[in-house]
């Protein structure tokens, strides 16, 4: 293992833990406390295969930052990490050329296995959905080194009964099978929020409010759910903010 990587952060406590971190694992490891050193040290990009990006730094955002790698080395491999990120925020990140989005704080163990994982991925500039839109074919990108994509449905004909949709997690090159479960109860709990016996979207509505659940769980906990199985309970007050943005999007 000799891939070069580039730690731009403006903490000293959270750089150190990453350049040992990595440097343990066998990496080589540069790093700079701001957005224009990090830069200096990137130069055009030749020498390094991967940068972590802190996104909140003085006098220039790492969102910034990226976009002038990108303007170097149009292939730059890059990892966004920020304490203050919301879900969104890191879809935005992803749409804008991230390959990941690390939520601090996070462990030694998922810093490696998002680097492991973005190294690994053939290159290209993701197009993350953003919250707020409802497709048929829909694909999450990477969250703290996790992508998933879905493996199979399971919905009643008839259109009444609960539904299960089996996502295909993958991380640092081991798959496993998720099962997001959608009960009946919830989806009344949802037709009584929108006061409406139909959603946006139809069908697929419901195949993204899982992807929602499980994209969630992944950025907020950074492990697969217990036995692999997510059932969602109840409408949280962050899922009754996603269904709204839907009947922004597509009113029903």
């Known amino acids: ?37 990090g830069l200096a040290a990137y130069g055009d990009g030749s020498g390094i295969d991967l940068v972590i990006l802190d996104q909140r730094m003085p006098g220039m955002p790492g969102i910034d930052v990226m976009h002038a790698i990108f303007e170097r080395h149009e292939s730059a491999k890059v990892i966004i990490a920020t304490a203050f990120g919301t879900l969104d925020l890191a879809l935005e990140a992803i749409q804008a050329g991230a390959q990941d989005f690390l939520r601090k704080p996070f462990t030694a163990d998922t810093l490696r296995a998002a680097v492991r994982t973005t190294l690994d991925r053939p290159m290209q500039h993701h197009m993350a959905v953003p919250v707020g839109k409802v497709c048929a074919s829909f694909t999450r990108t990477t969250f703290n080194g996790f992508s998933f994509q879905l493996e199979d449905a399971q919905v009643p004909e008839s259109g009444a009964g609960d539904m299960a949709y089996t996502f295909r997690v993958v991380r640092e090159n081991e798959e496993s099978l998720v099962t997001v479960t959608l009960p009946v109860y919830v989806q009344e709990l949802v037709k009584a929020h929108t006061d409406s016996e139909t959603v946006p979207g139809g069908a697929s509505f419901w195949q993204a409010m899982s992807e929602e659940c499980l994209a969630n769980h992944l950025w907020h906990h950074a492990a697969l759910p217990e036995n692999r199985v997510l059932r969602i309970e109840d409408l949280s007050s962050g899922l009754r903010k996603w269904i709204d943005s839907m009947l922004t999007v597509s009113p029903v």
Not at 13 to 22: D, V
């Open 1 to 37: 293992m000799n891939e070069h990587v580039l730690i731009i952060d403006d903490e000293s406590s959270i750089r150190m833990m990453m350049q040992l971190a990595l440097q343990h694992t066998g990496y080589r490891v540069t790093v700079a406390n701001d957005g224009p050193s």
